[in-house]
């Protein structure tokens, strides 16, 4: 059964860079089929997409997002993170990885299994 | 970017109740829809994938429906474990996006 771990920082000062490492387990990450994904969800409000990188380093990012987020994968220690840059206090959320799981016969039948727990960073002096 | 909307925001319902909750897009995803629930300080956890295939392991009182622009995702009969939070989400197009959530709270 595979499982996700973030890590990482709780606090970062504003205008610094947010790192986060996710930590897969009980699977690879080299696996095909798999895209590796961020998420956030600010206080009490609804959950946003950062973007995915593939165990070859390939990403999308959230256009949004985009001027800020940086991804990359270490397949040798079976992980991935994500950097974020120029942090202010709307950057506050719990931050979640997950795994992004596509079929190749069906295109855009994707979905989100599983999940990390998740971990809260706060921006703040 | 496609949006999603979910209808109601919020939800009193009691045990043994059926419930059903509506998620619309802004463009039509075929079937590229799933929902997700969320407990309070837990991540979400997958329900239904494609709009209407239950995912291992979760209770057969869980069903979706839809296909085009409009979704549903049904709880036959309320169980005390279900109030939570439920959040559809398109994978029709990136960026990925999800609808506001559903609070679904005991009457």
């Known amino acids: 059964q595979v499982q996700l771990q973030e890590s990482g920082p709780g606090l970062v000062k504003p205008s610094q860079t947010l790192s986060l490492t996710c930590t897969v387990s009980g699977g690879s990450i080299s696996n095909a089929g798999f895209y590796w994904s961020w998420i956030r969800q600010h206080p009490g409000k609804g959950l946003e997409w950062i973007g995915y990188i593939y165990y070859n380093g390939a990403t999308y990012y959230s256009p949004s997002l985009k001027s800020q987020v940086y991804m990359s994968v270490d397949t040798s220690k079976n992980q991935f993170s994500l950097n974020l840059h120029s942090m202010t206090a709307a950057d506050t959320a719990v931050y979640y990885c997950?795994?992004?799981?596509?079929?190749?016969?069906?295109?855009?039948?994707?979905?989100?299994?599983?999940w990390g727990q998740g971990i809260l960073v706060t921006v703040s002096s | 970017d496609i949006q999603m909307t979910q209808s109601p925001s919020s939800l009193s319902a009691s045990v043994g109740d059926r419930v059903t909750i509506t998620c619309r897009a802004s463009q039509s995803i075929s079937s590229n829809l799933n929902w997700y629930q969320q407990k309070p300080g837990k991540a979400p956890n997958l329900l239904i994938y494609?709009?209407?295939s239950l995912q291992s392991g979760v209770p057969s009182r869980f069903s979706g429906s839809g296909s085009g622009t409009d979704f549903t995702l049904t709880i036959s009969s309320l169980q005390r474990e279900d109030f939570a939070t439920y959040y559809c989400?398109?994978?029709?197009?990136?960026?990925?996006?999800f609808g506001q959530g559903t609070n679904l709270e005991i009457k």
């Open positions: 997950a795994r992004e799981v596509y079929s190749s016969s069906s295109i855009g039948i994707n979905w989100f299994d599983p």
């Open positions: 494609a709009a209407s």
């Open positions: 989400q398109q994978s029709y197009s990136t960026p990925r996006t």
